[in-house]
């Protein structure tokens, strides 16, 4: 088991190449509802290689892209080094570095579970100026799962043993309700990738869960990833849909 700062170490360039970004209704939601704009400053906590992190500076917005990985944040100043409103921070949830009431927009993006929810409520309530908002976004898999999706997560269970723990921990609403302090506004929509084999074996190795290469399970569940794709492919290419659940509030 890796500490949650270190899972995603040696996944970096398989996580820059292969993990979807995120629709352009969620940044319609944030406009709306939360008043992101030019103007503002937010603070993308557990950034990663910066994937929501550019769509929240191609607003115009002050990114303060906050992130422990060593690997993953300095990924993200090598990509999004040409924004100068890129504020890169090695911080955490629960230890951001920022000023008190410093941002007015707080996003997390595939990073939630990892905080420590009462530490993380305490650090960003200091960091967001007063009628500031939280918003919390994963991608995950639609309920309505296809042949292909229901047989990739039957791989999954038989090869990497964290699988399990780490997808039910994701979008866990009474952890979001106990950090919110009361029940947030929700939206879903639709999202997807499009995969030859060597995409789908590299979404899949972005995955802090999937066995790495010298694991004895490595390579069982590459074969086994390969026979699914040779039976499920057309054209050579398999669809990988989302629903991207966003969940938004300011803190009670």
């Given at each position: 088991m890796l500490r949650s700062t270190e899972r995603f170490s040696t996944r970096v360039e398989n996580y820059i190449k292969y993990r979807p970004s995120y629709p352009t209704e969620v940044l319609e939601l944030m406009r709306v509802r939360c008043g992101l704009a030019a103007t503002s400053t937010v603070a993308d906590v557990g950034s990663g290689t910066g994937i929501l992190t550019e769509l929240l500076l191609e607003t115009g917005a002050t990114v303060f892209a906050i992130e422990p990985n060593k690997e993953m944040r300095e990924a993200a100043e090598r990509l999004l080094s040409d924004y100068g409103r890129f504020r890169s921070i090695d911080g955490t949830a629960e230890a951001t570095t920022l000023p008190d009431a410093s941002v007015d927009?707080?996003?997390?993006?595939?990073?939630?579970?990892?905080f420590d929810i009462q530490k993380a409520r305490r650090e960003l309530a200091r960091v967001l100026r007063?009628?500031?908002?939280?918003?919390?976004?994963?991608?995950?898999?639609?309920?309505?799962?296809?042949?292909?999706?229901?047989?990739?997560?039957?791989?999954?269970?038989?090869h990497a043993?964290?699988?399990?723990?780490?997808?039910?921990?994701?979008?866990?609403?009474a952890k979001i309700r106990e950090f919110f302090g009361r029940t947030p506004a929700t939206a879903v929509f639709a999202n997807r990738q499009t995969f030859d084999f060597a995409g789908l074996e590299g979404r899949l190795m972005s995955s802090s869960y999937a066995p790495e290469a010298g694991h004895?399970?490595?390579?069982?569940?590459?074969?086994?990833?390969?026979?699914?794709?040779?039976?499920?492919?057309?054209?050579?290419?398999?669809?990988?849909?989302?629903?991207?659940?966003?969940?938004?509030?300011?803190?009670?």
């Open positions: 927009l707080i996003t997390a993006s595939q990073a939630f579970h990892w007063p009628r500031g908002w939280v918003v919390l976004i994963w991608n995950e898999r639609p309920v309505d799962a296809s042949a292909f999706l229901d047989e990739y997560d039957a791989l999954l269970r038989r043993a964290e699988y399990d723990r780490v997808t039910n921990m994701r979008a866990d609403e004895p399970e490595h390579e069982p569940m590459i074969a086994g990833l390969r026979d699914l794709f040779d039976r499920h492919n057309r054209g050579g290419k398999v669809v990988f849909p989302y629903r991207t659940l966003v969940y938004l509030a300011q803190l009670a």
